[in-house]
């Protein structure tokens, strides 16, 4: 809990989250540790079934006040299966989404960019700007249609893929070299996205109406993937240091990375009609 803490520090959550320990006694000894997206049926099952002593998930839980933690609720269940089999829940939201080596920061690398906040709410030990989202320059311009393929080969295999959307006027051969990224849902960031200069936004979870406006006004082109693909590139780097952290304190921790696709699709297919 202190490592994470260190890393993702609360203060660097929005209002409205939840973060930290969900289940679990905090003097409780872990050997084991799997890492996931979201806390569902199917990565607490792999918890469970694979003996860890913990799992820490990028997703609350628990994001609004609940009157029953029963079994007759999917949640309730989670709880009750987690305590039954001595598993502690922690997780890691916006304060992970702001972190210096955090969820933008991860998409952000991965697509190419070395990038800054777009907004800086505060630096580390270190003089690193902390905040959300990522905005920067490729090393060289391309098309959108070469940085989409970049962008697709660097997100985790899943059904969703990724869609992308050029601007009146624009096509895929049009040129980008600024590019802004936040993993997750995005729609809150396409005005500032355009008043950063961005060619491109990468993003997830855009919905019809607020992508179609924006494209209709101009840059940047849009490009939107699956909720859990854009975060789920964070977990790599959450295992390089914690493991990291555990060597140098001479404590024997094993980290797995759950790859169990929690995206709400099974299936994508081109409508023919």
Not at 121 to 148: M, S
Request: net charge negative.
């Amino acid at each position: 809990m202190n490592q994470m803490e260190a890393r993702y520090p609360k203060h660097l959550q929005e209002d409205w989250d939840k973060n930290g320990l969900i289940v679990g006694d905090p003097d409780q000894e872990v050997s084991k540790i799997l890492l996931a997206v979201d806390p569902v049926d199917a990565t607490v099952r792999q918890a469970i079934e694979g003996n860890y002593d913990m799992m820490i998930t990028h997703h609350p839980l628990f994001l609004r006040g609940a009157n029953f933690v029963s079994r007759l609720d999917y949640k309730g269940r989670i709880v009750h299966d987690l305590i039954k089999n001595d598993v502690a829940l922690l997780n890691a939201h916006t304060n992970a989404d702001s972190a210096t080596r955090g969820v933008a920061w991860a998409l952000a690398k991965a697509c190419g960019i070395d990038g800054e906040p777009f907004d800086v709410i505060d630096e580390d030990a270190a003089g690193n700007p902390r905040g959300l989202g990522r905005i920067g320059k490729l090393a060289n311009p391309v098309t959108l249609d070469e940085f989409a393929d970049v962008v697709a080969a660097a997100l985790p295999t899943g059904p969703h893929g990724i869609f992308v959307g050029t601007p009146v006027g624009e096509d895929l051969s049009m040129q980008v070299e600024t590019v802004a990224l936040s993993g997750g849902s995005g729609d809150s960031f396409l005005d500032r996205a355009r008043e950063l200069g961005a060619d491109v936004y990468v993003t997830a979870d855009l919905r019809h109406h607020p992508a179609s406006e924006h494209l209709e006004r101009g840059k940047p082109a849009l490009i939107s993937g699956s909720h859990w693909a854009t975060e789920w590139l964070w977990l790599p780097h959450l295992e390089e240091d914690l493991s990291a952290a555990a060597e140098q304190a001479g404590v024997d921790l094993e980290i797995d990375i759950s790859r169990t696709v929690t995206e709400p699709w099974v299936d994508h297919r081109s409508t023919l009609g």
